[in-house]
């Protein structure tokens, strides 16, 4: 800036000819952005000559023209030239002209222009020179201004789109804070039907989303603005557009259809003129709706009021079919959509303040974590409220929900939101999570709130939580244990490993074909003997002439993976792996004893010392399947007090035990406490059968 004469740049501006002007205007743009140098500008006359460039020069000199105005603008400084001819000649430009680069200047100017409240102190020398209120003159000359506006979002040029964004957001901030109630819905309004909602989703799941961060995270936390006034605003039937909505919903559901239907069997028939249950047909929990609107405020009217709009013919067969329930049966819509309002205002922390949104830009930087900040389906606020309405019906009749279990449907929809809207990436389409909301199976809902459950009470109850999961492991392991010896006691065939197959050696020298094994009821001895065919009826004990003493057994070892199989992998892998299958029971048999006397009765080796034994293989087991191998191996190992290996032992130690969990966690509340007085009378059962199913919501 030392370089450059101020006085020499003015008097270039006002120059005769266009080229040596464009290149003032050039450097101008470039110096203006500092106060001191602008201060000088404006003492030397710049700001004359500047304004005149503005109002009437063309091509490259306007567009420099315009940025040095908008940057004055920035400073603070050049305000007293500001007026009604200046604004409508840059909202002229807007709308006729296409060059980027000025329009780019021009949209600078008016965002200036528009929020120069906040920023300015309103020193402007004519009134009403700010705000929007300085725009609507101009906006009669150009109606097709905000059409125009809105366009500039679809935009190759990633900076006018900025631009476009910022002066949107500018409009929407000064419209909601300073026009009368009943002007900034109807802007607001407007603006939607412009499709700017459409526009902005399409920016934020775009690829140039650093580029327009600032104007797009705005845009957001004025949408959320936006929701949190309407929500704010409480129903009152004394403002007419209010007593319309009402009355709109009440006619949308065809009411002269049920004018003529009872509503409960035991009741006649009702005047014409009045339905006894005229708001509670709807959803509603008494006569008097607006009651029911005092935590969704006018958003939940709104809300309501879309959905009763768009689907009207599904809202009408809906209520004709509730309507030949019992009334208990009856799905809530009215109050179904509130619910849906509040779980959607909730998710997307409408109550979160602008400033903790601006904190989380300037705390992220990288393109990944950027993708966490922005919420593109909280645009289409209104098709999710649908989508988690229809969710909310689709589980109403799936469980077959009474009223008194609405808030456990509410709870059940909620998690479904959390689930699928907020686990929604920010490049995926609204139609898909839609699609998913609709087909979400409900199994995996109910599984999915179980997790929750359990993670909500360890964040509650902690080492708590920790323990009873330690003690319900234990008494799963032992459940277990008991139930693969009692595999051992009950016996199993096994085939031998060297059974003769050629029909004509000796019986002398061929082993038969089959090994019978079990074990004793005192659980300190495992029997066996060798068969030549397979009874029906199991051998006694007794009869049985081998048998290991358990005592002596040093270990069990096998072959069996403990790692679980892939189940299409499990049937190939079972028969072709079935006769390697083995387990092969270790034990000490004294030195001095033949291999083939110590272990045909290896108890006697007991009374030797184990300097003098060696250890030998006493048993060597076949098993044909998993689920007998898994038995077996466990059920030996638990019995010498061994952990189990095998991964079917362990999936069912784990499905014992996390049930046992879950049984808990659905019988304990936070506040879980004795019943006060009398313990509530246990139903009789009288004139049911065996033939019972357990409700999903917890009772039989």
């Not at 705390?363 to 900040?373: A, M, Q």
């Not at 990436?425 to 839609?434: I, L, Y």
């Not at 006769?579 to 000490?588: D, E, F, L």
């Amino acid at each position: 800036m030392e370089n450059i004469n101020v006085l020499d740049l003015v008097l270039r501006l006002g120059s005769d000819e266009d080229a040596v002007r464009k290149m003032a205007a050039f450097k101008l743009q470039g110096c203006i952005g500092d106060p001191s140098f602008a201060d000088i500008f404006i003492a030397d006359g710049g700001l004359v000559k500047l304004r005149y460039l503005t109002l009437h020069a063309t091509g490259n000199t306007l567009a420099y023209s315009l940025t040095s105005f908008a940057r004055l603008l920035e400073v603070d400084k050049g305000w007293e030239f500001v007026d009604q001819e200046l604004v409508e000649r840059i909202i002229e430009l807007i709308v006729t002209h296409p060059l980027v680069n000025i329009l780019r200047g021009a949209m600078s100017i008016l965002v200036s222009i528009v929020s120069h409240p906040s920023s300015g102190g309103g020193r402007s020398s004519q009134q009403g020179m700010f705000g929007f209120r300085a725009l609507k003159p101009a906006i009669a000359v150009y109606p097709q201004f905000l059409e125009m506006l809105v366009s500039r979002l679809s935009s190759a040029d990633h900076a006018l789109c900025a631009n476009a964004l910022q002066l949107i957001n500018s409009l929407m901030r000064d419209s909601i804070t300073n026009d009368s109630d009943s002007e900034w819905p109807k802007f607001i309004q407007e603006l939607q039907d412009l499709g700017v909602i459409r526009s902005v989703y399409m920016l934020m799941q775009g690829s140039a989303l650093q580029d327009l961060a600032h104007p797009l995270i705005e845009f957001q936390s004025l949408t959320k603005v936006l929701l949190r006034k309407w929500r704010d605003v409480q129903l009152d039937l004394e403002k007419p557009e209010h007593r319309r909505a009402l009355k709109g919903i009440h006619l949308a559901s065809s009411p002269d259809k049920y004018q003529d239907k009872a509503i409960d069997g035991d009741e006649t028939r009702r005047s014409k003129k009045h339905h006894h249950a005229k708001w509670r047909r709807l959803g509603f929990e008494s006569e008097s709706p607006v009651t029911q609107f005092e935590d969704a405020g006018y958003l939940g009217m709104m809300d309501l009021a879309d959905y009763v709009r768009n689907y009207q013919d599904e809202f009408q067969k809906m209520l004709l079919e509730q309507s030949t329930k019992p009334s208990e049966q009856r799905c809530p819509v009215a109050r179904a959509s509130l619910a849906l309002t509040m779980i959607l205002y909730e998710h997307f922390e409408v109550d979160k303040s602008e400033v903790d949104d601006a904190k989380s830009y300037l705390i992220l930087e990288s393109r990944s974590n950027l993708d966490k900040v922005f919420q593109p389906l909280l645009l289409h606020w209104t098709r999710l409220h649908v989508a988690g309405l229809h969710a909310f019906f689709r589980l109403w009749k799936a469980t077959g929900a009474r009223v008194e279990d609405f808030e456990k449907i509410t709870e059940l929809v909620r998690i479904l939101i959390e689930s699928i809207v907020g686990g929604a990436s920010r490049t995926k389409d609204v139609q898909d999570v839609e699609e998913e909301l609709a087909e979400f199976e409900y199994q995996r809902l109910r599984d999915l709130q179980m997790e929750l459950l359990e993670l909500t009470y360890e964040d509650v109850w902690g080492q708590h939580l920790h323990q009873v999961r330690h003690e319900l492991h234990h008494e799963a392991l032992q459940f277990v244990k008991e139930q693969r010896i009692r595999c051992l006691l009950q016996g199993a065939w096994f085939p031998n490993e060297n059974a003769s197959k050629s029909e004509t050696a000796p019986a002398s020298q061929s082993v038969p074909p089959h090994k019978y094994v079990q074990l004793s009821h005192n659980r300190r001895f495992l029997h066996f003997g060798d068969f030549r065919s397979i009874d029906d009826k199991k051998p006694e004990l007794d009869a049985l002439p081998d048998k290991i003493d358990l005592s002596v057994v040093s270990s069990v070892v096998s072959n069996i993976s403990a790692l679980p199989d892939d189940s299409s992998a499990a049937t190939v892998k079972t028969a072709s792996h079935q006769a390697s299958t083995k387990i092969h029971i270790h034990g000490y048999v004294a030195s001095t004893s033949s291999g083939g006397g110590s272990q045909r009765n290896p108890g006697h080796s007991r009374s030797g010392s184990r300097s003098t034994q060696k250890e030998a293989i006493l048993l060597t087991l076949r098993p044909q399947s998993h689920s007998i191998a898994s038995e077996w191996l466990d059920g030996l190992l638990m019995l010498l007090n061994q952990q189990p290996i095998t991964a079917e032992t362990n999936k069912l130690i784990d499905l014992v035990s996390n049930y046992g969990l879950k049984i808990r966690l659905l019988n304990v509340r936070f506040n879980d406490a004795a019943f006060a007085g009398e313990a509530p009378k246990v139903p009789s059962r009288e004139g049911l059968d065996d033939d019972y199913y357990y409700d999903v919501f917890g009772g039989a």
